[in-house]
């Protein structure tokens, strides 16, 4: 049973528009949720973050979105550039001590010049 | 500050054999967390430590263990290898001081293949 889903395997954008990843989770217990990008062969860097008090939070052209009566979260890159093609993660904890992240299967976003 | 670093980069071994895989933290970070990543089942986490203690340990079979020193370093362990163990696996830090929602910031991870 997937917790942390991202339906969406690839997006492609245009350089200098919007670029909208999504993620959905089905865990009422998640209570912060994480955004981590990663290119091949290296580990996960963090993005962004965003507990669940909060309905956004934003670090300079990255935003994150939580709507948690949809248990939903996206990650909006405005504008996207280039070098912002990669996987991105999305991932979730639970409200415990607990350092277990449960991460969604990624989407790997194009920019496109 | 020096990232999280892990130790060998690429590793190649057979089936049947065992394998160390080796973790430095962050300066000042006490909770160190294992995860496997592979294309069919993605990152999956395998387990935490935190003062040389296992805190937390997700679904993997007892082959895989870990350990932590007194200077936060952790190794995990795979013992009786299996073609399916072939991943990527990456360690990940954190202060894991008692604060709830922590980041925590991964290594560049270790590309282990097994044949």
């Known amino acids: 049973d997937q917790q942390v889903k991202q339906n969406s395997p ?7 528009r919007i670029s909208i990843l999504n993620c959905d989770y089905t ?6 949720f994480l955004w981590y990008k990663k290119y091949p062969a290296e580990g996960p860097t963090f993005l962004i973050s965003i507990s ?9 052209r990255f935003t994150v979105f939580l709507n948690k009566s949809a248990k939903h979260l996206s990650l909006h890159i405005v504008p996207s550039q280039p070098g912002d093609s990669a996987v991105y993660f999305c991932a979730a904890s639970l409200r415990s001590p607990a350092r277990q992240l449960t991460f969604g299967s990624g989407t790997q976003l194009t920019v496109l010049p | 500050k020096a990232g999280v670093t892990q130790t060998p980069r690429y590793l190649i071994k057979t089936r049947g054999q065992q394998v160390t895989l080796s973790c430095s933290p962050i300066s000042g970070h006490r909770s160190v967390s294992w995860y496997q990543q592979t294309p069919g089942q993605g990152l999956q986490f395998l387990f ?9 340990k997700g679904n993997f079979p007892g082959r895989f263990s870990g350990r932590q020193f007194s200077n936060s370093r952790s190794e995990m362990n795979v013992s009786t290898l299996e073609l399916g163990d072939s ?4 360690c990940a830090s954190s202060l894991g001081q008692g604060i709830l929602q922590e980041t925590q910031y991964f290594g560049p991870g270790t590309r282990l293949l097994v044949l």
């Open chain 1, 27 to 32: 865990n009422s217990m998640f209570d912060y």
């Open chain 2, 87 to 90: 991943a990527l696996y990456l």
């Open chain 1, 10 to 16: 690839s997006l492609s954008v245009q350089e200098g």
């Open chain 1, 52 to 60: 669940s008090i909060k309905d956004k939070n934003e670090d300079g």
């Open chain 2, 48 to 56: 935490e430590y935190f003062s040389e203690t296992q805190r937390n």
